[in-house]
């Protein structure tokens, strides 16, 4: 297992427009995508339950290989800037995927 | 097909860019220099209100350069979402700087000016009609939603734009654009590939913020070719890599591969991105698909009352691992103070040092030795956010529980007064697609001799 922030150069969210939430995560390079990407070890259920969402509030989750990325988009706890809200950019909701262990296979675990 | 060059020169007009990049970018020989001034990012108060986001000094500093380059070399200049929301407020707030500037520099030009304000009427007719549908998890929009709002703004493509270049316009102040429209806008006009032109567009509206290391501030270059498209920033500390480009991409959508705009979609299944020498990238593949109707991206927001905040710290530590028993006590001490203004008003404590950022969804909600306190009441009347937000306040600052130490006081105020009045209140009221007959239907292009 290694730590998500060990494996990619960028992990951010932001709005994408004020009622969705966004997030990506851009891998150091092209092997550590693939093999993240071959596993689907990021996938719409593990972001609905790192985030205690409903599975059907992740409205997409998709690898993008011309950046060798992960993105997942959620609906937003709430409209951006209504009542209750902390976070009218939606960039600093990052932290449920820095931790996020990542299966690497039992031949690294000496390395890591 | 001769290479068309486009200057970005920031990611947000105002926001500034080094002189030496804007030097440097002119060294391209730029066709055309075009802004993105605007974004939703900053929440629904900037187009309720109808302020803007970006000080009028900065946004005139901007203007200023642009507006003598652009003069001086022939070449128009584009300015898109004018003000930060698009709507005539914002629109004329810009108009007022470029007028201001014209007079001071001694600049005579053509301007075009399109509002992008929708008229309620034609809405509410829309809504009738089955014109209007959600754009993502929103909610139905209502004739009252509609009727509530304080602005209403739609994204234009770029034919209002085409238009006014049409028309021999050297500077298009535009309202509220889609984002890559004032860039791809002179491209579709020379017959440039749609595709290409909305892709590049797409990257240049951020500027070198697609660049490594990026810059909400400083300038892009953009060379519009046939069959591609080249990237490169201006600054020479910078660069764009195939990762940085591919990247941006992803940026703020919600999907990569298919990139929904006016009239049609940014397709880039088939994009690819090729690194051609250090600091340039070079892209082609993308397709546009025209849509089967003409729709446009409404946004609106409403006024729902006012703020007051108190911020305060505490370090007791006895106080701190009972906050949550404390402020379940303040709100019901605050509730039973107001028993008649139930339902009239909005009570929020944002804890710093614990999950004052992610709330319920924060993984590890561990108080620190210290934590910060924002207090927050929103009503319909400033004067009862106001009396709420006192009376919480003072509550918190003298509550008892069990094993206090610190009898005089709870929380550490660094500010005399203790409490602020933020002004009004607005949420994003809409965000719907509405479709429209014609492209310009709602987007009246009027033209304008500066003369100086």
């Known amino acids: 297992m290694k730590p998500l922030m060990d494996l990619a150069q960028v992990i951010r969210t932001k709005n994408a427009g004020p009622f969705e939430l966004t997030l990506d995560v851009i891998f150091r390079d092209w092997e550590t995508y693939n093999r993240v990407k071959k596993s689907n070890a990021l996938n719409a259920p593990l972001i609905a339950k790192i985030y205690g969402v409903p599975e059907e509030d992740v409205l997409q989750a998709i690898y993008f290989d011309p950046a060798c990325a992960f993105k997942a988009t959620m609906k937003r706890q709430m409209p951006c800037g209504n009542l209750g809200e902390r976070d009218i950019y939606g960039a600093q909701q990052n932290a449920p995927l820095l931790e996020l262990q990542i299966p690497w296979g039992d031949d690294d675990e000496s390395n890591s | ?452």
């Open chain 2, 1 to 452: 097909m001769k290479p068309l060059t486009l200057l970005s020169p920031t990611a947000i007009l105002g926001y500034g860019f080094p002189i030496s990049s804007l030097d440097r970018g002119l060294s391209f020989d730029p066709d055309v220099i075009a802004v993105d001034a605007g974004s939703s990012d900053p929440g629904p108060y900037y187009l309720g209100s109808g302020k803007p986001f970006v000080s009028r000094g900065a946004v005139k500093r901007d203007l200023t350069l642009l507006l003598r380059t652009a003069r001086s070399r022939k070449k128009p200049l584009l300015i898109g979402s004018a003000g930060g929301s698009g709507s005539k407020d914002h629109l004329n707030w810009c108009r007022e700087i470029i007028m201001e500037v014209a007079r001071e520099e001694g600049l005579s030009f053509r301007m075009a000016v399109i509002p992008a304000d929708v008229p309620k009427e034609f809405l509410l007719n829309g809504l009738e009609n089955g014109r209007v549908s959600p754009l993502g998890p929103v909610h139905q929009l209502t004739q009252s939603i509609v009727k509530e709002s304080t602005n209403l703004v739609a994204q234009m493509g770029v034919e209002p734009l085409i238009e006014a270049l049409d028309g021999g316009a050297d500077v298009v102040l535009a309202g509220r654009c889609y984002d890559p429209a004032v860039f791809a806008a002179l491209p579709i006009r020379e017959k440039y590939s749609p595709g290409l032109a909305y892709h590049l567009g797409k990257i240049l509206e951020c500027a070198a913020i697609a660049a490594i290391p990026g810059s909400g501030s400083d300038c892009m270059i953009g060379i519009l070719e046939e069959n591609r498209f080249l990237v490169e920033p201006a600054g020479l500390e910078r660069s764009a890599t195939r990762t940085s480009v591919a990247a941006h991409t992803l940026y703020e959508k919600s999907n990569p591969y298919l990139l929904p705009g006016p009239g049609g979609s940014l397709d880039l299944t088939g994009t690819s991105f090729e690194q051609i020498s250090d600091r340039r990238v070079a892209v082609q593949g993308s397709k546009f698909c025209e849509a089967d109707y003409y729709t446009v991206k409404v946004e609106g927001a409403k006024k729902i009352g006012y703020r007051v905040i108190s911020i305060a710290g505490a370090r007791d530590p006895r106080f701190i691992s009972q906050l949550d028993e404390i402020i379940d006590g303040v709100k019901a001490r605050t509730k039973d103070n107001f028993q008649s203004e139930q339902g009239n008003y909005h009570l929020q404590f944002h804890v710093y040092g614990r999950d004052g950022v992610m709330g319920p969804q924060e993984p590890n909600p561990v108080n620190g030795h210290e934590v910060g306190i924002v207090l927050e009441a929103v009503a319909e009347r400033e004067e009862l956010a106001e009396s709420v937000l006192g009376f919480a306040r003072s509550t918190m600052l003298h509550f008892g529980f069990p094993g206090r130490l610190s009898t005089a006081g709870n929380l550490a105020f660094p500010y005399s007064p203790s409490d602020f009045r933020v002004g009004a209140v607005y949420v994003f009221s809409v965000h719907h697609l509405l479709k429209l007959d014609r492209p310009q239907e709602i987007f009246p292009v009027s033209f304008e001799e500066v003369r100086s």
